[in-house]
């Protein structure tokens, strides 16, 4: 079978599903604790309980959740030392993946970033924590996948959906640390500039600050 027939196969029913609890997950519709019922996402996603529960069985093996007695899957509570540790492999990633973008991205791209960076500022304001997390995804992979490397942003991807449910219960809960709106403008004008080292400095210190907003909340202390 050639690589063009291949490329013309549709996307299985679990793994459509699999991408829809990735996105609840990375955009923080889920909380950390919440038990996720194979009966009721059958019914919110209209199929069978058989794909959905496939696509969570998934997501165990990912170490994204977490399965209990009578199969019942939970999203996790993050320990301090696991989120500490999280972050660390985010700051990692994330400036490596950063390092190889800059060249890519245009002038265009970053008023696009400029305008994902309003959206999450309006989506602050609003307390809008759903809206916020789109907009900040949004910009975090714009810049990503300009590296041309998508196992690399796969891997991003998997560390933001084990943090995202833990980070949207602190925003839904606390105020939002003011510092990412200037990372991110440090980071626009540093690709703006073609300065490779400037932008992943910028990611970094963006993630860094999510780290000690992590460590400083109370929430992190249990599990």
Same mark, same amino acid.
């Given at each position: 079978m050639g690589g063009d027939e291949n490329a013309r196969q549709p996307i299985s029913l679990t793994e459509t @599903?699999?991408? =829809?609890?990735?996105?609840?997950?990375?955009?923080?519709?889920?909380?950390p604790g919440t038990r996720l019922s194979t009966r009721n996402l059958a019914k919110e996603?209209?199929?069978?309980?058989?794909?959905?529960?496939? %696509?969570?069985k998934q997501l165990v093996a990912e170490r994204i959740l977490?399965? #209990?007695?009578?199969?019942?899957f939970r999203v996790p509570v993050i320990?301090?030392?696991?989120?500490?540790?999280? $972050?660390?492999?985010? =700051?990692?990633? #994330?400036?490596?993946?950063t390092r190889q973008a800059v060249t890519a991205l245009t002038q265009v791209h970053?008023?696009?970033?400029? =305008?994902?960076?309003?959206?999450?500022?309006?989506?602050?304001?609003?307390?809008?924590?759903?809206?916020?997390?789109?907009?900040?995804?949004?910009?975090? $992979?714009?810049?990503?996948?300009a590296a041309g490397a998508p196992d690399l942003v796969?891997?991003?991807?998997?560390?933001?959906?084990?943090?995202g449910p833990f980070y949207a219960a602190i925003l839904d809960n606390s105020r939002a640390d003011a510092n990412w709106q200037l990372h991110h403008e440090r980071a626009i004008a540093a690709?703006?500039?073609?300065?490779?080292?400037?932008? %992943?400095?910028?990611?970094?210190r963006d @993630?860094?600050?999510?780290?000690?907003?992590?460590?400083?909340?109370?929430?992190?202390?249990?599990g």
């Amino acid at each position: 079978m050639g690589g063009d027939e291949n490329a013309r196969q549709p996307i299985s029913l679990t793994e459509t @599903i699999r991408q =829809k609890l990735r996105w609840n997950l990375v955009s923080g519709v889920y909380l950390p604790g919440t038990r996720l019922s194979t009966r009721n996402l059958a019914k919110e996603f209209g199929t069978s309980a058989m794909p959905v529960r496939d %696509a969570l069985k998934q997501l165990v093996a990912e170490r994204i959740l977490v399965v #209990e007695r009578q199969s019942a899957f939970r999203v996790p509570v993050i320990t301090r030392e696991r989120g500490i540790q999280l $972050f660390e492999i985010r =700051k990692s990633l #994330e400036m490596l993946a950063t390092r190889q973008a800059v060249t890519a991205l245009t002038q265009v791209h970053c008023d696009l970033l400029s =305008k994902f960076c309003n959206d999450m500022a309006a989506a602050v304001d609003r307390r809008d924590v759903q809206g916020y997390f789109a907009a900040n995804y949004s910009f975090h $992979f714009l810049i990503y996948s300009a590296a041309g490397a998508p196992d690399l942003v796969a891997m991003i991807e998997g560390v933001w959906m084990q943090i995202g449910p833990f980070y949207a219960a602190i925003l839904d809960n606390s105020r939002a640390d003011a510092n990412w709106q200037l990372h991110h403008e440090r980071a626009i004008a540093a690709i703006r500039s073609q300065d490779v080292d400037g932008a %992943a400095t910028a990611i970094a210190r963006d @993630i860094e600050s999510a780290q000690n907003y992590f460590s400083a909340s109370e929430m992190s202390l249990v599990g």
